[in-house]
């Protein structure tokens, strides 16, 4: 660390001091990843990510954002991916600047096709079919060699990978950018998306990944009739074919996918040691019970518009939504509140997620 500049062990100790208080983890993250753009191999950054990531309150924050997307009895795989892109827009801050920074939809001259390579993205990241990533990649090859800003159309690229939790794809094409040019804003986003990529697998909200085995078993208990996880993503893909771009084909051959499989190391037979005990999760009865907090707190507020067109509905779908979601126990410690900063609104980090739910 000593050979680091001093302004490194200035922004480090910012990060530190503001990644204190309630709410203040994300902003001292984001310096950890100014500092990780300009010395990738700075640990010392690396590693105190991770730690404002294991903040009681961020964690419990993170959970019941992500909660209100996804329950976290679902291991189904393409979900764990949504949830991780899903956190990574909470907790990142350069969302707001690169949508002012680059065109929405990419460079104009292939906004086309690079929407069509979307699409094929989205089926991965919505509907679990790996296969899309593959035609996804071969479609924004193909808006690279036609674009007349390759710049700028491998920065929408590499944005949109990471904005969907595709970390390994969009770092490759961030650095596929800052080999070709040196451009400050996409290496700073690079090193933001290798720390996602390479510590993906302990983000502390993040209950452990599955296969849809957990998802299966709630569902048999849920609704008998609903398809298990391996029928819906055939099925999606069976649907997909009558109108997708092009037809689904084996992305590799199976011998050659069985040569691979061989060849990787064996998964961990124990889980790693996680903050928060997801032991739960395999003792769900699968019966419905008392909704989570923050869908009470909100039914409490439809409640005001009781009779207005759409309220009664809205609020007999939040119960029926959320009647097998689990409720999420605060952590015991108080918030700490910055006293030098103006009073916090939560809405400016969580929407109403992170307001004072525990004091219902």
Known sequence: MSSYPDYVHQTLARAQDEGQWYCGQPDAAALCFDILALFPDCQEASDL???????????????????????????????????????????SRWDGKYEAMMERGGPKDVRKILEDGKMELLGAYCLGDEECTDYAWSIFADAIQKTKDPRATLHWIGWQYADLGFFADAAEALGELCSRYSDEKARRLLAEVVW??????????????????????????????????????????????????APYRPSIDKELAQLFETALPPE?????????????????????????????????????HRGEEGTNEIIDHMIAMH??????????????????????????????????????
């Open 268 to 304: 961990p037979s124990k889980p790693a040691a996680t903050i928060v005990d997801w032991s739960f999760l395999d003792t769900d009865d699968g019966q419905p019970g008392e909704l989570p907090d923050w869908a009470k707190k909100q039914i409490t507020q439809l409640e005001r």
């Open 323 to 360: 009647k097998f979601t689990r409720n999420i126990p605060p952590p015991s410690i108080p918030k700490r509140y910055d006293p030098n900063k103006p009073p916090f609104n939560p809405a400016d980090n969580f929407g109403e997620v992170g307001d004072d739910l525990d004091e219902m």
């Open 196 to 245: 996602w990529r390479d510590n993906a697998h302990r983000i502390p909200w993040i209950p452990p990944a599955g296969d849809g085995s957990r998802y299966d078993r709630m569902m048999e208990k849920i609704d008998p009739s609903a398809p298990k996880t391996k029928d819906e993503v055939q099925r999606v893909r069976n649907e997909n074919q009558k109108e997708r771009i």
């Open 49 to 91: 990510v991770y730690e404002l990531f294991c903040d009681e309150w961020t964690i419990y924050d993170n959970r019941v954002a992500v909660q209100q997307n996804i329950d976290e009895w679902d291991d189904r795989p393409w979900q764990q991916r949504r949830r991780l892109a899903l956190s990574f827009r909470f907790m």
